[in-house]
């Protein structure tokens, strides 16, 4: 059985050996043609007694020749030693020996050799410049023609099709496209194939037989141009160079295809953003002022209804639910101005006890069943800040607290200054459920809710926390959240700098 299998592969061996030596003898009867027709023609020369600088003259002919059709220093070399040896061994006294009576005859014979060998290299160089110059042109011609139908492709396995077909067309073998979806996976949808002879196929399949060249984008592998191994060990330094460059341009048109995508997804979301913020504005700006009413007339309603009367209860739930939208409302539009850049901070310093005191209350006015402790410094706290703002966000981490801390549990606010005295920190800390692991690294998210909360929690949209990490970070400062951990509850943390410019100057 191995037998059968190991015979053609040894005849095949000595077919390619042969096939190997073919160019080699080619070469070797133009050689010995021209010499010999040299020879023929210095015969002739001779017969008309012509001198035997004409006969030099045909042999140096028969050695530019050469180097012409042959191609190579080596045969170059190798015809000129052989023009100058049969000249003096033919055409030299005496004849048919290599030895030379008359001094001047080895004036010209070494001179004839000087000259049959520089003729033969410079004919050679001037060929093998030619040959290059052809290649480079060929070479533009390709890539100029890949690239025109690169830019038209409109979209990747266009561009897929395009560099599989142009690759296939230069080596006339089959050639494979496979691209990489955003992960670095191969991706089944756009992967392409090219055959000489059967046309487009959908699959590429991974053998060991196949030799894969990456095509390389700027940020990451986009995918591989895959070849047959045999094919691709018979490629030459020329065709190697053009492949390479077919792939530098099929990476460009990934790229600048997948550039476009992008841009085109983000002026999208731009647009999307625009629309959604035009449109929450101005939903809020005409819920403000109804919202406004209501809250008025149930205040007033409040005033003039006794807490023993049975519609006290209902007025006091409309009063705070009309709060809750309304501060909702004010919410919604403090984010739309933060992030169209409208919010303008009016920074002065500001004492930090007092802005707490304001934001206490506020909060207790609304929510005056709930125990609020403040904690400060001795010393006074002048802290550049937007006083309005930084109160909304002590009103925002305030009103987090209430919605997870019952009415008989206290919430605690502290404001001190940094050990390195460059910040003033506030905290807020609440005594209820605590943050959910999976919670903490989006709590401060446009829109993120908590999926884990009580049922007695009032519902929120997860836009407070998002306004006050804007706010905050305006300011110069940042904010954290955590669970607490001398207790049950959660700490929400933000940091205000005493120097305005601290940031800069750092």
Same mark, same amino acid.
């Given at each position: 059985m191995n037998f059968f299998k190991n015979a053609p592969e040894k005849g095949k061996g000595i077919q390619d050996h042969y096939s190997a030596m073919a160019p080699f003898l080619i070469r070797m009867s133009i050689l010995f043609s021209f010499l010999l027709g040299a020879s023929l023609i210095g015969y002739s020369f001779k017969a008309l007694q012509l001198q035997e600088t004409n006969i030099a003259i045909v042999y140096l002919l028969a050695v530019l020749l050469t180097a012409r059709y042959t191609g190579g220093y080596l045969f170059g070399f190798w015809v000129s030693l052989f023009a100058a040896f049969i000249f003096n061994f033919l055409f030299m006294e005496p004849y048919y020996t290599f030895s030379v009576n008359t001094p001047n005859y080895i004036i010209t014979f070494t001179i004839m050799a000087i000259t049959a060998f520089i003729t033969? *290299? /410079?004919?050679?160089?001037?060929? #093998?410049?030619?040959?290059?110059?052809?290649?480079?042109?060929?070479?533009?011609?390709?890539?100029?023609?890949?690239?025109? @139908? +690169?830019?038209?492709?409109?979209?990747?396995? $266009?561009?897929?099709?395009?560099?599989?077909?142009?690759?296939?067309?230069?080596?006339?073998?089959?050639?494979?496209?496979?691209?990489?979806?955003?992960?670095?996976?191969?991706?089944?949808?756009? *992967?392409?194939?090219?055959?000489?002879?059967?046309?487009?196929?959908?699959?590429? *399949?991974?053998?060991?037989?196949?030799?894969?060249? /990456?095509?390389?984008?700027?940020?990451?592998? /986009?995918?591989?141009?895959?070849?047959?191994?045999?094919?691709? =060990?018979?490629?030459?330094?020329?065709?190697?160079?053009?492949?390479?460059?077919?792939? $530098?341009?099929?990476?460009?048109?990934?790229? @600048?295809?997948?550039?476009?995508?992008? @841009?085109?997804?983000?002026?999208?979301?731009?647009?999307?953003? @625009?629309?959604?913020?035009? +449109?929450?504005?101005?939903?809020?700006?005409?819920?403000?002022t109804p919202l406004t009413g209501i809250m008025g007339t149930a205040e007033m309603l409040l005033t003039m209804t006794g807490k023993d009367d049975n519609r006290y209860e209902l007025i006091k739930e409309i009063y705070g639910d009309a709060d809750w939208l309304h501060s909702l409302v004010e919410n919604i539009l403090s984010l739309t101005r933060l992030q169209e850049g409208k919010l303008v901070l009016h920074k002065q310093e500001e004492a930090g006890e007092e802005v707490i005191g304001a934001a206490v209350h506020h909060v207790l006015h609304l929510h005056?069943?709930?125990?609020?402790?403040?904690?400060?410094? $001795?010393?006074? +706290? +002048?802290?550049?800040?937007?006083?309005?703002?930084?109160? #909304?966000?002590?009103?925002?981490? /305030?009103?987090?607290?209430? =919605?997870?801390?019952k009415p008989e549990q206290e919430i605690q606010v502290s404001l001190k200054k940094e050990n390195s005295g460059n910040y003033a920190v506030f905290s807020v800390c609440d005594h209820g459920e605590g943050i959910d692991a999976s919670d903490i690294s989006n709590i401060f998210q446009m829109f993120y809710t908590s999926a884990s909360r009580r049922n007695d929690v009032k519902l929120g949209v997860g836009l407070g926390l998002t306004i006050c990490e804007a706010i905050v970070k305006a300011h110069g400062g940042e904010i954290k959240a955590r669970n607490r951990e001398n207790g049950p509850g959660a700490e929400f943390i933000f940091t205000l700098p005493f120097k305005e410019n601290f940031h800069e100057s750092k």
């Open positions: 033969s *290299t /410079l004919t050679t160089h001037a060929k #093998q410049n030619a040959i290059q110059a052809r290649e480079r042109e060929e070479e533009a011609k390709a890539l100029y023609s890949l690239t025109n @139908r +690169l830019t038209d492709a409109a979209d990747i396995p $266009e561009i897929a099709d395009i560099a599989a077909s142009a690759v296939c067309e230069m080596l006339n073998c089959r050639v494979g496209c496979v691209c990489f979806d955003e992960s670095g996976k191969p991706d089944e949808a756009f *992967t392409r194939q090219f055959s000489p002879k059967n046309g487009t196929t959908k699959e590429v *399949t991974s053998q060991k037989s196949f030799f894969d060249w /990456l095509i390389s984008g700027r940020d990451s592998t /986009l995918g591989v141009i895959r070849i047959p191994m045999d094919d691709a =060990k018979r490629m030459t330094s020329t065709q190697t160079r053009l492949l390479q460059g077919m792939i $530098e341009n099929t990476a460009l048109a990934m790229d @600048r295809f997948h550039a476009a995508e992008q @841009r085109r997804k983000t002026n999208e979301a731009i647009v999307q953003e @625009r629309y959604r913020g035009n +449109l929450l504005q101005a939903i809020s700006h005409d819920l403000r005056p069943e709930h125990d609020i402790w403040v904690t400060a410094p $001795e010393e006074l +706290l +002048l802290i550049p800040m937007d006083a309005k703002l930084i109160r #909304q966000v002590l009103i925002n981490l /305030l009103d987090n607290a209430i =919605k997870h801390t």
